[in-house]
């Protein structure tokens, strides 16, 4: 984590940006899942 901070520069907006894109990603998997249910 520690490593990852220090050789990326803006740690902050990028690691808030990867939470974002995986929740998206989560949130599209549940979605066809429910589609795919219904």
Excluded: E, H, N, R
Aim: net charge neutral; proline share 0%; charged share 0%.
């Amino acid at each position: 984590m520690y490593a990852v901070s220090g050789t990326v520069s803006g740690a902050g907006y990028g690691g808030g940006f990867a939470l974002i894109v995986v929740l998206f990603i989560l949130l599209i998997i549940v979605g066809a899942a429910f589609v795919g249910w219904c």
